[in-house]
């Protein structure tokens, strides 16, 4: 079944356990349109993937199940999903582990300066050094979230095609630093007023569940309703996210734009218990 773009595609009826279509293009435009529309890429790595993209799905296109968007010369090179229930977090509903929330808590009351009893202190006194930026390096976010990643889904032109939605500031990242270190992050594209969470990454444990409660800050602050965690599994859960059927995460989607900006600045970890 051929359609002739994202508006075309009936995601009432589409399966949301595979591919809602293949090909089509992936340049900003189109990433974010399809953002729009409640779809996510995943492009694949190499011609065996691709490959296995037909053997897998090819009987579904010919039987008009999954849609077929023009623009491509190896359709199965690039995947548009549509899962269904989706995972998604409310700004301030990102949990932090109690472990971490306590070695914040104890840096936001003050410990960490040097008084205690040692051990303790040296765990606060590495969390005091955390802190968090916004859109500040979302190069090498994207960088990090694709070292040693299998399958590779963060393809050079899907990495183009985001840093030019970065650039007109509909792509965000938070960047979470020891020092002057990236040690944790986070990037997605906002379609207000929902936010979808690509992907993120850590270099110290616990870096990424700081760098997603502190994107659901700024986007709380800036006026946004909802975080799109896309790919429902337990880690996504730890962190707080609740199924949402398709139909009523595309109503959210449909709401009321917000009109505020992400917060971009230098921030203490510790403001978020």
């Keep these: 079944m051929s359609v002739t773009g994202f508006d075309a ?9 595979r591919p809602v279509a293949f090909g089509g293009e992936l340049g900003p435009e189109q990433l974010l349109t399809a953002y729009r529309h409640g779809l996510f890429p995943l492009p694949a ?34 995947a548009w999903w549509s899962p269904d229930p989706r995972p998604v977090l409310r700004p301030g509903g990102v949990r932090l582990p109690r472990r971490l929330a306590r070695r914040l808590r104890r840096v936001a009351g003050g410990a960490g300066d040097g008084a205690g009893d040692g051990a303790g202190d040296a765990d606060t006194a590495g969390a005091a050094e955390w802190f968090t930026t916004a859109d500040t390096a979302f190069g090498d976010v994207l ?15 899907l990495r183009r095609a985001l840093m030019e939605l970065s650039a007109r500031g509909a792509a965000h990242s938070v960047e979470v630093w020891e020092g002057e270190e ?4 986070v990037f997605g594209v906002a379609v207000w007023p929902v936010l979808s969470l690509d992907s993120m990454f850590h270099r110290r444990p ?3 569940r700081v760098a997603v409660a502190d994107l659901g800050a700024r986007f709380g602050a ?11 599994g337990p880690y ?5 996210a609740v199924p949402m059927t398709r139909s009523r995460y595309l109503a959210e989607l449909a709401g009321a734009p917000a009109s505020g900006t992400l917060p971009t600045g230098r921030l203490p970890v510790a403001r978020l218990v």
């Design 143 to 157: 960088t990090a979230c694709a070292e040693g990643r299998r399958p590779v889904w963060l393809t050079d032109e």
């Design 182 to 185: 990236l040690i944790g992050g």
């Design 45 to 78: 790595a190499d011609d065996y993937a691709s490959a296995y993209n037909e053997a897998l799905y090819g009987g579904a296109v010919e039987a008009g199940e999954v849609a077929l968007l023009p623009g491509a010369e190896d359709p199965y090179a690039l």
């Design 206 to 208: 616990d870096a990424a």
């Design 9 to 17: 595609l009936d995601l009432r009826r589409a399966d949301g356990e």
């Design 222 to 232: 800036a006026g946004g309703r909802l975080l799109d965690a896309q790919w429902d």
């Design 236 to 240: 996504v859960r730890s962190l707080g």
